[in-house]
């Protein structure tokens, strides 16, 4: 079931991503790209004097940088992802675990605000991507993995011992088999069409592509392996294989013979393609071969490796794209994925918007859009980005710092109205100092505070004594805890 969103396309939150999507309604997204800190133990700023300065953002990880609660709740509510978390404990140690945490939160808040039919891609590199393909694994499902879209960024590195380290990594899955996919082909160049079809005639630009297959036990006795026009390939093990269906069989059905996928029998299919001028008779020695011309060539389907022409390497300075923002990806690659994965007027998302490449080509695409960064620099380079595009008329960024307030919940019940099932539940016990009090002194406290995203929704809530909750106050339980030492 999918839900309208609760806030409007150009929507950019200043703030951490993590309350701001619990407050988003579930299954109301086409299309999540996240490009996070990849745990490179590097701190990140953009060079003085670009249009990004005074950007920066920290990719260094450590266990106090984690919510303890969140760790606590993995545990229990996502053992599959926990498993995969403590086991990066094990082999690569407590930087890992807490970066993993960090992304674990945040990958279930983003599968539950995905559509049925949404896609997300995950950028990023080596140094975790192992590690985070059995985390989105465990939270979206290994059969909902698609691909490892390998993206080539730089055209050299030198990193002494190592191989230079010039590709990226997008973890690429769906939330269903019926996610939305464009089969949008990349037209040919010249020259590869010449060296892809180095034959000529009168109908244009052709190669000579196989006619045969494998020959297996059951064929011994089939047509197929019978001789063609003194051509004997039984011997070689091969079988005779004209296309009876697919997208060439209909080309030739199409423009040269009619009622073509009708023909029974190879030699029959072989002996019209022939008469047709469509069969390629080598002059010396070789078998004949079906002409497979290049007007029928629909482009390259989507590869899983990203090079030219969408891009070679990432921006150089002098780029008319180039912001100087951390780590800013090209907008080239992302209208592709946008393109691919989601139709004109789809709500197209990115948690870590950065300077909004993401953004930038989802608007040039006609889709709706939504962003979120901790740095309030994001803000204005997405609005300078878009306005660059659009030009002065645009009525310029949604800008929010506080999640929105879900409305696919229904109308929840006042929260204080599941008082005495919680008293029920909980035998009675304040969860904050774990003592019996009577139902009087009990108050109702929202787990997640509301501020932080959390809703009135009865999981979120709980009991606490009157002394308790005032001391709790807008902390999470985490940060209650800590605070008490
Ligand atoms: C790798 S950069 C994204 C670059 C972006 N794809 C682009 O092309 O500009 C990662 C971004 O995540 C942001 N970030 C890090 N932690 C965040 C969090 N918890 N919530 C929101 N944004 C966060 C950083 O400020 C940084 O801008």
Redesign the pocket.
């Known amino acids: 079931m999918t839900h309208p969103p609760n806030f409007v396309s150009g929507t950019v939150w200043t703030?951490?991503?993590?309350p701001i999507m619990r407050g988003i309604n579930s299954a109301c997204i086409d299309l999540i790209y996240l490009?996070?800190?990849?745990n490179s133990n590097e701190d990140?700023a953009a060079p003085i004097g670009s249009r990004a300065a005074g950007?920066?953002?920290k990719d260094t990880w450590t266990l106090s940088d984690i919510d303890v609660y969140e760790h606590g709740e993995l545990a229990e509510r996502s053992p599959a992802a926990y498993a995969v978390i403590e086991a990066a404990r094990q082999t690569h140690g407590k930087s890992m675990m807490s970066y993993l945490i960090?992304m674990a939160v945040?990958l279930i808040e983003m599968r539950r605000i995905l559509k049925l039919t949404g896609s997300i891609y995950l950028?990023c590199d080596d140094t975790a991507s192992h590690y985070l393909k059995l985390l989105m694994d465990a939270v979206f499902g290994g059969k909902n993995y698609r691909n490892c879209i390998i993206w080539r960024r730089a055209t050299s590195h030198n990193d002494p011992g190592r191989f230079g380290r010039i590709c990226d990594h997008i973890l690429y899955y769906t939330k269903s088999d019926a996610a939305t996919w464009n089969d949008i082909r990349q037209p040919r160049s010249a020259d590869s069409l010449a060296s892809a079809y180095p034959s000529q005639d009168e109908r244009g630009r052709y190669r000579s592509a196989d006619l045969t297959g494998p020959k297996h036990s059951t064929d011994v006795m089939a047509p197929s392996s019978l001789p063609w026009r003194g051509y004997d390939i039984a011997p070689r093990g091969r079988v005779w294989s004209a296309p009876k269906t697919g997208t060439y069989a209909a080309y030739i059905e199409e423009h040269f013979i009619p009622g073509y996928r009708k023909i029974k029998g190879v030699h029959e299919r072989l002996d019209a393609l022939d008469k047709a001028g469509l069969i390629h008779h080598p002059k010396r020695g070789k078998w004949p071969g079906l002409k497979r011309y290049a007007a029928a060539d629909a482009g390259t389907p989507p590869q899983n490796l990203i090079l030219n022409p969408i891009g070679f390497t990432n921006y150089s300075a002098s780029s008319k794209e180039y912001?100087g923002?951390?780590?800013?990806?090209r907008v080239e690659v992302?209208e592709r994925l946008v393109e691919i994965s989601s139709d004109e007027g789809d709500l197209v998302f990115?948690?870590?918007?950065?300077?909004?490449?993401?953004l930038v080509a989802a608007d040039r695409l006609n889709r709706q859009w939504a962003g979120?960064?901790?740095?309030p620099l994001?803000i204005k380079l997405v609005d300078q980005r878009i306005r660059d595009d659009r030009g002065a008329l645009w009525g310029g960024v949604i800008k929010r710092d506080t999640p929105p307030l879900r409305s696919d919940l229904g109308k929840l019940p006042n929260y204080r109205t599941h008082k005495h099932r919680l008293y029920g539940e909980q035998e009675g016990v304040c969860r904050g100092c774990d003592t019996h009090f009577p139902f009087k002194v009990m108050e109702v406290d929202h787990i997640l505070p509301r501020v932080k995203g959390g809703s009135d929704h009865y999981e979120n809530l709980q009991l606490l004594c009157t002394h308790c909750n005032k001391s709790k106050g807008s902390k999470t339980m985490a940060q209650w805890r800590a605070a008490q030492g």
């Not at 490009?35 to 990849?38: K, L, R």
């Not at 990115?350 to 993401?358: K, L, N, Q, V």
């Open positions: 703030g951490d991503n993590l490009d996070p800190p990849f990140y950007a920066a953002f960090m945040r950028h912001l923002y951390p780590t800013q990806k992302m990115d948690p870590f918007c950065g300077c909004a490449t993401t979120i960064d901790l740095s994001a």
